[in-house]
Every structure is written in structure tokens, then in C-alpha cells.
């Protein structure tokens, strides 16, 4: 049975745009880079993030073919999340629009690197969620 997650990694065509964007929105600190060396299957840089310091694995490589909605979710608070938009876009990253939500189960930013990634920062909890969805619908929620 698994334990916890272990780490993400990301194939990027530029190690320092990446950098940039983990550094600049998530507040990431970049703790190893290989340098020329090749200890993996190419260059790569390590990150760690959040408080519970999430290893972020970054390594060099072909980029997605395109975008897609699979993604990764960062969890921020909600008083955040103005100032956690601002930073995405003050490094121009193409910004998606959150899919329709019901009140109560957190706001979300999406947003994509260059090489097609995903990436969400997220105010709330799974177990908002899931009470929100258990309860009955309002006038409020969007209609599916």
C-alpha cells in the first residue's frame, strides 16, 4: 500500500522557463540541478514546494504533443488567490478558464506551462467537496 506521494516530474524543453514558473507562482526553492550530468535519462533540477515541501522533479525533454485537461492541483488559500493570479499573469502563462462550479467546493486556477502542462491552484478540500455534492441543488449551480 502506498504511503504518500512520492514526487512529480515534468519533461520540459527549457529547465529555466519551468524554473521560473515554480519559483514565481508556487514560491517552489530549487534544491538540485545535474548540470550536465546525467544521473536520470537527462538533465534535471529538483524543487521543493508547499509546506509540506513536495518534490517537484524537473527534467529535460520533448514537450507534450498538446493540451489537455489531465493536470495537477496545488492547493492554495482562498484569501490568496487574487494575489496567486497576478502572478501567473505577470509571467504571461496562458490562463484557462474554470470550468463551471457550484458554490462551496473552492475556486480554481488553471493555467499551462510551455510545454502543455496543466497546472491548478486550488482553495478548497475534498471534503468540501464531496458534502457540497451530497447536498441538494440550489438555484445557484450551473446546469449541467
Do not use: Q
Not at 34 to 57: K, N, P, Q
Not at 78 to 95: G, K, P, T
Amino acid at each position: 500500500m502506498i504511503s504518500g506521494l512520492s514526487h512529480m516530474t515534468f519533461v520540459v524543453r527549457d529547465l529555466d522557463r519551468l524554473e521560473t514558473i515554480l519559483t514565481g507562482v508556487l514560491g517552489a526553492r530549487r534544491v538540485y540541478d545535474s548540470g550536465d550530468d546525467t544521473f536520470s535519462v537527462s538533465r534535471e533540477r529538483f524543487f521543493l514546494a508547499g509546506d509540506d515541501e513536495i518534490w517537484i522533479a524537473v527534467m529535460e525533454g520533448e514537450p507534450l504533443p498538446s493540451r489537455t485537461y489531465n493536470h495537477i492541483a496545488f492547493k492554495i488559500a482562498d484569501a490568496d488567490y487574487d494575489s496567486c493570479l497576478a502572478r501567473v499573469n505577470a509571467l504571461e502563462l496562458s490562463v484557462k478558464e474554470s470550468r463551471p462550479r457550484v458554490a462551496g467546493e473552492g475556486r480554481s486556477i488553471y493555467f499551462y506551462d510551455d510545454d502543455n502542462h496543466m497546472f491548478e491552484l486550488h482553495t478548497g478540500t475534498l471534503d468540501e467537496r464531496l458534502r457540497r455534492y451530497a447536498a441538494p441543488p440550489t438555484k445557484t449551480d450551473p446546469v449541467s
